[in-house]
C-alpha cells in the first residue's frame, strides 16, 4: 500500500530554524499536508499543498514539494518553544480525499 | 475551531465488553473519518462515512463497525474490546465543497481495554 516515512525525532536550539522531511510513495497524491499536535490533543492542520506547487510560504512556515523525488519539507523559521510538538505529514490518496499519515516527527526546541 | 465534540474523552474497559465511541460535528461537512493513534504507526484509518447511511472501511477496519444516522454523529463501536484496542481514537471532518480534502480532527478519546 502507499506509505509516509518522516525522520522520529528533531531538536533545535530556540530561534533556528527547523526543517522536518516527509517522503511518500503515491504518485498520484493530489495534496500534502503538514499537521501539528501537541501533547493530550487532537490534530491542528498548518498548512497544505497543491501537487503541482513547488513552494508554499505562510508566515514563518514554508513547504517545499519535489514531486520529481516524492519529498516533501515543512521549514518553520525562528522556532519558538512553543513549537515543541509532533508534525504530521499526509497526503491525500487519489481522488477519495483520505489521508494517508506518517509516523510523525517530535519537534524539541531548546531554550 | 472546527465544531467537533468526542465523548466519552477517557475510557477504561474490560477484555469483552463492547464499547461504542460517539463524533459529533456542528459544521454540516459530509465527510467523517475515525482514526486511531498508536506509538510508531502515526494515524491509521478505520472507517469513514461520505453520507448518511454511507460508509466504507478503512485500513485497520477489523474488530470495529461503524453507524451513520444523522449527518452530525458519526459512532464507531468495538463489538468485543480486546487489549490491541487499546490506543487513542480521533475522529475527523472534511467538507465536500474543498478540494483540497483537509480534514479537521476532535480532540480525540483514549481507551483502555484491560
Known amino acids: 500500500g502507499e506509505d509516509v516515512e518522516q525522520s522520529l525525532f528533531l531538536s533545535v536550539r530556540e530561534g533556528d530554524s527547523s526543517v522536518i522531511n516527509c517522503t511518500y510513495t503515491d504518485s498520484s497524491s493530489t495534496y500534502l499536508y503538514w499537521y501539528k499536535q501537541e501533547p493530550g490533543a487532537g490534530l491542528q492542520l498548518l498548512t497544505y499543498?497543491?501537487?503541482?506547487?513547488d513552494m508554499k510560504q505562510d508566515q514563518r512556515l514554508t513547504v517545499l514539494l519535489n514531486k520529481k523525488d516524492k519529498h516533501l519539507s515543512l521549514r518553520i523559521a525562528d522556532t519558538q518553544t512553543g513549537d515543541s510538538a509532533i508534525y504530521f505529514c499526509a497526503c491525500a490518496s487519489g481522488n477519495t480525499g483520505k489521508l494517508i499519515f506518517g509516523q510523525g516527527t517530535t519537534l524539541q526546541v531548546k531554550p | 475551531d472546527a465544531g467537533i465534540t468526542q465523548s466519552p474523552r477517557h475510557k477504561v474497559t474490560e477484555t469483552g465488553t463492547p464499547v461504542t465511541l460517539r463524533c459529533h460535528q456542528t459544521e454540516n461537512h459530509r465527510y467523517m473519518y475515525w482514526y486511531r493513534q498508536d506509538p510508531g504507526h502515526g494515524l491509521r484509518l478505520i472507517h469513514y462515512s461520505y453520507g448518511v447511511k454511507d460508509t466504507d472501511k478503512g485500513e485497520v477496519s477489523d474488530g470495529y463497525s461503524v453507524s451513520r444516522s444523522k449527518t452530525e454523529d458519526f459512532l464507531l463501536t468495538l463489538e468485543s474490546a480486546t487489549s490491541s484496542q487499546t490506543s487513542v481514537y480521533f475522529c475527523a471532518i472534511s467538507d465536500e465543497g474543498k478540494p483540497s480534502y483537509e480534514q479537521y480532527f476532535g480532540p480525540g478519546t483514549r481507551l483502555t481495554v484491560t
Open positions: 499543498i497543491f501537487s503541482n506547487m
